[in-house]
Each structure stands twice: as structure tokens, then as C-alpha cells.
């Protein structure tokens, strides 16, 4: 038992997403319709006014956990979006807060479920980054707290279905991180059940629609269902203007081979990027590596050397812990070489 217990420590800190938090909320008419605004500002990426109808829900309630919740989880938002790390101080304040809030709540008699999912929500959002930048004990001791807060919010309420989304997301990457324990009874293959979660929450959820969706994306990755994520990011541009569906579908046209279209896709996220006072060079560098790596692939080496030209000059300033998937910096030193000993 200590070694299933470790393991849903570890892989809860390792999966926690800040979006696997939105629950059928029972929130007064002027809270809920600031949160609902809010959320839906920033995924049509109006990053400051989502900011603004967040601050006003600490200003109408300061009390009240969820609007400093939500400040952590729009600032969260951004440093991923936009490859930016500059708003970590803003993002722990908001978090911390949020916290603390749920600490003197929980104290009072009978706190509610949401209670317990804000401060589960604060700690897990908290966990993750931490784990990103390789602070493993913090994340851990966190990610830990968190997962009680909301087991302790689903023993209050069972209906909370968007909480599918964080169960779902567990039983997947439980599963994905823990292959070689597959054999364990308390471990096993669940990433089905996982997925099928996610489904539920999607369909039932009252604010899980579009985090799901993202989660389906990530998963579509490690599943290399390719098709299928561009056909959920293509559903989501239709309805939505953010970045999170164009660096999706971007990288699954370029595992599949698609380089023009990936090509373009690039290009377009380097637009949006540069319309933000708050993008990051990263963000860019990751746009420059793609496309100097299809270009390569399709016998455009000058075009690629080009690419790759205005990003060693940034080799040791600029952050590589914010990348999901690779550092950037190294493989376009390794692309530059490539070219060389192949030219």
C-alpha cells in the first residue's frame, strides 16, 4: 500500500493540469457570471480582460478563494501560452492567496465542496509548476496536499462532473507514467477509462468543455493520434481564438509530415505571439526551430539556416524549463549540424 500511495503522489504531481479543476459550482448570479466570463475571455485570448473580471470577483468577494484562484490560473495560462516565465511572482501571490483563503474556510463549520476544490486547485496548480522548474520536493509536499483537498471535495458533493476531468486525466497518465507496473492489481491500464472520464466531463461538465478538449489534445499526442487532435483543434478554432489548438495542431502536422501546412501554422502563431506585450522569446524560438526544421525537410536549406540563425545567438538567455516536449536550444544546435556535415 505505501508503494500505491507514493505512486498517486508522484503521478498526481506529474499530471496535475490547472484545468482539470472547473466543478458544477453553486456560485451567487454576479460570481458565477464573472467566472464564466472570465474563463471564456481567456480562451478567446482577451488575456486583460479576463484579468479584470477575475480582480473584480476578489473585489466583490475577497473573502472567497476562487477569484485569486482564477488570477493563479490566468497567469498559469499565460507563462504556457506564451512561453513567458516573467509572471511566476504574480502567479504564486495569486495562488498563496488563494490557499490561505480556503485554510480560514475550511476551518468554519461545514465548509462546502467548492472550498475544498479551490484550495486543491490552488495547491495542485502550484504543484505543477513546480515540477516544471525541477522544485520535485515542493511539488511533491503540494502535490500531495492537493489530492486530499479534493478527494475531501468529492466525499462532500459526487455530482461535481467536471471533476471527471481530473479523475480522468489521473487514471490516463497514471497508466502512461507507471507502464512498467502495468502487472500491479492497483496499477494496471486505465488510460481508456481516463479518456472516457474526460469524455464525461466534456459532455456533462458545467466548465470542463474546453479544458477537456485540451487534455484530449495532449493525450491525442502521447497516443500519436494525430488526425484526431487536428480534427478536435480545427472544432475548437471555429468557436475560439487562443494559442492552445494552433501549437497543437502545428506539432501533429509536423509528426505527420505535413511541412508546408505545418509551415504556416508557425507563422501564424508567430503573429499572434508578437501582438502580446507579454509574449516570450521562447515562444518564438519554439516557431523558429519548427520551421527551420520543415523548410529542411523539404530541401529549403538556406531558408532553414535562416530560421535557425536567429536563435543561437540566444544560446544560455532564455529559459529551456519552460518547453513541454524538447529544448529547443539543443535541437537546433544539432539541426545546424546536420546541415553542415550533410552540405
Not at 477575475?54 to 477569484?67: K, T, Y
Request: charged content about 30%; proline content about 3%.
Amino acid at each position: 500500500m505505501r508503494i500505491n500511495r507514493f505512486l498517486k503522489i508522484l503521478l498526481f504531481v506529474l499530471i496535475f493540469n490547472p484545468s482539470n479543476v472547473f466543478a458544477e459550482l453553486n456560485l451567487p448570479p454576479k460570481t458565477e457570471q464573472l467566472f464564466y466570463n472570465g474563463i471564456k475571455s481567456l480562451f478567446n485570448d482577451e488575456i486583460d480582460v479576463a484579468l479584470n473580471k477575475f480582480d473584480s470577483l476578489c473585489v466583490i468577494d475577497p473573502e472567497n478563494p476562487i477569484g485569486y484562484f482564477c488570477k493563479a490560473f490566468c497567469y498559469g495560462f499565460i507563462m504556457d501560452e506564451y512561453r513567458n516565465l516573467n509572471f511566476m511572482d504574480k502567479f504564486n501571490e495569486a495562488a498563496d492567496n488563494a490557499i490561505k483563503k480556503s485554510k480560514i474556510l475550511e476551518e468554519k463549520e461545514n465548509p462546502t465542496s467548492e472550498i475544498f476544490l479551490w484550495s486543491g486547485a490552488s495547491l495542485g496548480i502550484k504543484a505543477i509548476r513546480d515540477a516544471m522548474m525541477g522544485n520535485w520536493w515542493d511539488a511533491i509536499w503540494d502535490g500531495l496536499k492537493a489530492g486530499d483537498k479534493l478527494e475531501r471535495c468529492l466525499k462532500i458533493d459526487s455530482t461535481l462532473y467536471d471533476v471527471y476531468f481530473g479523475l480522468g486525466n489521473y487514471h490516463y497518465w497514471k497508466s502512461v507514467k507507471s507502464k512498467v507496473f502495468w502487472w500491479l492489481p492497483f496499477v494496471g491500464d486505465e488510460r481508456q477509462k481516463g479518456i472516457n472520464e474526460i469524455k464525461i466531463s466534456i459532455e456533462k461538465g458545467k466548465f470542463a468543455e474546453i479544458p477537456g478538449k485540451i487534455s484530449l489534445m495532449r493525450i491525442y499526442i502521447e497516443e500519436k493520434n494525430y488526425n484526431e487532435l487536428i480534427k478536435l483543434a480545427d472544432e475548437l478554432l471555429k468557436e475560439y481564438n487562443f494559442l492552445y489548438p494552433l501549437w497543437y495542431k502545428a506539432f501533429s502536422n509536423v509528426q505527420i509530415g505535413e511541412w508546408q501546412k505545418a509551415i504556416i501554422l508557425y507563422n501564424e502563431i508567430l503573429k499572434k505571439l508578437n501582438k502580446k506585450y507579454f509574449h516570450g522569446i521562447e515562444g518564438e524560438i519554439e516557431c523558429y526551430y519548427f520551421i527551420a526544421l520543415c523548410n529542411y525537410k523539404i530541401g529549403k536549406i538556406e531558408e532553414a539556416k535562416k530560421h535557425l540563425n536567429k536563435i543561437l545567438p540566444y544560446k544560455g538567455k532564455i529559459e529551456t524549463k519552460i518547453y513541454f516536449y524538447e529544448n529547443f536550444m539543443d535541437s537546433s544546435e544539432k539541426l545546424m549540424k546536420e546541415i553542415e556535415k550533410s552540405n
